[in-house]
């Protein structure tokens, strides 16, 4: 893996690495051999690192709250047949096992974590600039997760409604085209509406979206290009946007197939798409260097994760500290 560690192989070799020592005391164990403190120590260390790995390689096959969810059962089962079994069992002054320990450890945090990232707010990092000048590589943000309703965790289900999406809203999501990525970006049509993007101007309804020049934004990632920013109304909130230009509205050659493909129309000046019921249209900031819904199409409601709201970390520049997001 270029530019960094591998950490999916690292974790395979630490649960490896883990494992091979578990299996080493077993057998040790069967064959009548006392356990000395520094096995006991070994062994304090193999349960988690094991846990820990093994979950964390779970994440190729699974988002993290389905890991978050197994993880909790996995240790309160091993917690509760323990104090309902084979603690029974055990002489007074026998230490309990290094797994039920790890367990008993593990499962309050485990369970906490879980109730808070589902139902509360779930921090992400912002990994490209396709949401320039609001929101920077690097960025650690707040998502609200109940902002919207209450959502079944996993089946992201919703049970319950609080609030709809509003044009302007800085949403996170699952990627329609791969669910187990997400995606963020600003909501520019709901259900219903005719979106129109000509001349790098957004229309809804027919209606030309409100800006006005802002200034220049000075892109180290484009070789420290100045590129023109504005402020953009939509609905009941205004934010910073930027254009590249030289760049047309749209990449007609990145167009890519996508359910209700027959609800838009391109041309070389750009596009329009009527969104369908219970979908919506997502744009990015950094509207001509972003992957958003002129490319890949519509986000179902049932992909929406919550409104992002607060930059809460930017290791590379401390003052984007408690920003909030508009």
């Known amino acids: ?15 490896a690495a883990s494992a091979g020592v578990i299996a080493w005391d077993w057998i040790a164990s069967r064959g009548g051999g006392e356990r000395t403190d520094a096995r006991k ?7 988690p690192v094991l846990f820990i790995a093994a979950m964390g390689l779970l994440l190729k096959v699974t988002d993290f709250a389905a890991v978050l969810l197994l993880a909790a059962v ?3 089962i091993i917690w509760l047949v323990d104090a309902r079994v084979f603690r029974k069992r055990r002489t007074s002054d026998a230490p309990e096992p290094v797994v039920v320990d790890m367990a008993r450890a593990f499962f309050p ?3 906490v974590v879980f109730l808070i990232r589902s139902f509360w707010v779930e921090p992400f990092k912002i990994p490209s600039g396709s949401m320039k000048p609001t929101l920077l590589v690097g960025d650690f943000i707040l998502v609200n997760k109940y902002v919207y309703g209450i959502r079944l965790p996993v089946l992201n289900k919703k049970v319950l409604d609080i609030r709809p999406l509003a044009r302007g809203d800085v949403v996170v999501f699952r990627y329609p085209a791969d669910p187990s990525v997400d995606y963020i970006k600003r909501v520019v049509g709901l259900p219903g509406d005719k979106i129109a993007y000509r001349g790098k101007r957004i229309s809804v309804n027919g209606e030309p979206v409100p800006v006005q020049g802002s200034g220049y934004y000075t892109d180290a990632e484009l070789n420290f290009l100045r590129l023109p920013t504005f402020t953009e109304r939509l609905g ?3 934010h910073q946007m930027m254009i590249v230009p ?4 749209v990449d ?4 890519r197939q996508f359910a209700h493909r027959g609800n838009c129309e391109y041309n070389d000046d750009g596009f329009s798409c009527t969104v369908p019921a219970g979908h919506y249209f997502m744009m990015g900031d950094n509207r001509d260097q972003s992957s958003d819904s002129r490319y890949w199409g519509f986000v179902p409601d049932d992909h929406v994760k919550g409104r992002a709201f607060l930059v809460w970390m930017n290791f590379n520049d401390f003052k984007r500290i408690g920003n909030g997001i508009e």
């Open 246 to 249: 030289a760049q047309p509205p």
């Open 236 to 238: 009941e909130r205004s």
């Open 74 to 76: 996995i240790t309160g």
């Open 109 to 111: 945090v485990i369970v």
């Open 41 to 47: 120590g070994i062994l304090e260390v193999a349960w």
């Open 252 to 255: 007609l050659a990145q167009v």
């Open 1 to 15: 893996m270029q530019g960094g560690l591998d950490w999916e192989l690292i974790a395979l070799l630490a649960a």
